[in-house]
């Protein structure tokens, strides 16, 4: 059977169409498998690399070793770093915590403004605060609260809200009407915790880390004061260390509602690990420092190293009623150190906290004749400091 030209040109051009379309596919494939080679070599795991032996991790921050020859409840001076459980607490991070005793209403803004900056560098350890129940009360009972008990309870649900805080209302443990109802003996009752921090207000968090050790060293004793170098040592110690016990809480109640010691004498009774200056010529870290200490500085002072090796400020002066407060520009004047970079610190120290006041709290300084509501003491002390400074 003969074909005639036009079959013999579709029979060619379906076999030119064929071969191209079966070219076509088959490079197609071929792409299609490289694709799919590299995606798996892209998706599988690395092949675990060959176990080698590598010195042991170096135990957590010195920093306080730097400071105190040997840690509290320890003897002799073995190095810090024996003392130090790697890691975390014996009892693990729950089982410690920082804890804050309000008693008057101008020191709620300083605890809140403590957690936020061991929140904003994620200390492990719990977060408390103690107020007293009876500003529950007033809030439950009052139509409209005053503005400085409204304020309060504003600035404690921020902080539990915000920075994971455990809020306690605590009830009056002596017969006092004043803030005096509520002693730090207090502290001792919360017994769910195996060590507690306290930080007398007020003051400002520079670096967490070194007082986040404190939770990992020994301490054989119930209760532990550390206090920094100064001019003047303050009643209370800028930091205490707790070691809650039902038996200890009972005896000081006790002992505390006699009348046999008051809340001062018993902390004086404390024996302080006082701070060492910085070692010079190596790193440290101060683990406490107070601002009244800064008029002893010399002309070496240096007010970066200050700022970057301290852990917890404690601010009082003599002369000035507190960093809450604005006084008056002369008895400032009056209190600050002498020595040029000192002041400078110094100055820096009262701008950061009236800053953080406001960023963290929304206040400003209270006026000096700032007089709490009940609070007939507070109102008291600040009049003769009135009195003394005019």
């Avoid at 009082?316 to 150190?337: E, K």
Wanted: aromatic content about 8%; some cysteine; glycine content about 6%.
């Amino acid at each position: 059977m003969l074909l005639t030209s036009g079959q013999i040109s579709m029979t060619i051009s379906s076999c030119i169409v064929f071969i191209f379309t079966s070219l076509l596919f088959l490079s197609g494939y071929v792409l299609q498998q490289q694709t799919v080679r590299g995606l798996q070599e892209a998706l599988r795991p690395p092949p675990s690399p060959t176990p080698t032996l590598s010195p042991s991790p170096p135990p957590p921050s010195s920093s306080v070793a730097k400071e105190f020859g040997s840690p509290p409840g320890s003897k002799g001076h073995t190095a810090f770093e024996e003392y130090v459980t790697p890691g975390k607490p014996d009892g693990g991070w729950r089982k410690v915590a920082y804890v804050q005793l309000l008693r008057r209403h101008i020191h709620v803004c300083n605890a809140v403004m403590l957690f936020a900056e061991l929140s904003r560098e994620r200390s492990p350890a719990q977060r408390v605060i103690l107020y007293p129940s009876d500003w529950d009360k007033r809030e439950e009972s009052q139509k409209v609260m005053t503005p400085h008990l409204e304020t309060s309870m504003r600035l404690l649900q921020r902080a539990a809200k915000r920075y994971d805080v455990q809020l306690l209302p605590i009830k009056p443990i002596l017969a006092l009407e004043s803030a005096k109802a509520y002693p730090l003996a207090g502290l001792f009752s919360l017994t769910e915790f195996d060590r507690l921090i306290y930080l007398q207000p007020s003051g400002l968090i520079l670096n967490s880390s070194p007082l986040d050790d404190l939770f990992t060293i020994p301490m054989n004793a119930s209760l532990a004061t550390l206090s920094a170098q100064s001019e003047h040592l303050s009643v209370t110690p800028p930091i205490i260390l707790f070691r809650p016990s039902t038996e200890m809480y009972h005896d000081l109640t006790v002992s505390l509602s006699a009348g046999e010691h008051s809340e001062e004498t018993f902390l004086q009774d404390i024996p302080r690990i006082v701070g060492k200056p910085p070692i010079p010529g190596g790193e440290s870290v101060r683990l406490l420092a107070e601002t009244s200490a800064l008029r002893l500085e010399g002309d070496d002072f240096n007010a970066t190293s200050f700022f970057a090796g301290t852990s917890y400020v404690h601010i009082q002066d003599s002369g000035l009623p507190g960093p809450d407060y604005d006084a008056p520009r002369d008895a400032f004047l009056r209190a600050r150190p002498q020595e040029f970079h000192a002041r400078g610190a110094w100055e820096d120290i009262y701008e950061t906290y009236r800053t953080k006041r406001m960023d963290i709290c929304g206040l400003d300084l209270e006026p000096v004749r700032f007089a709490e509501d009940g609070d007939d003491e507070e109102a008291l002390s600040l009049s003769a400091w009135v009195k003394e400074t005019v």
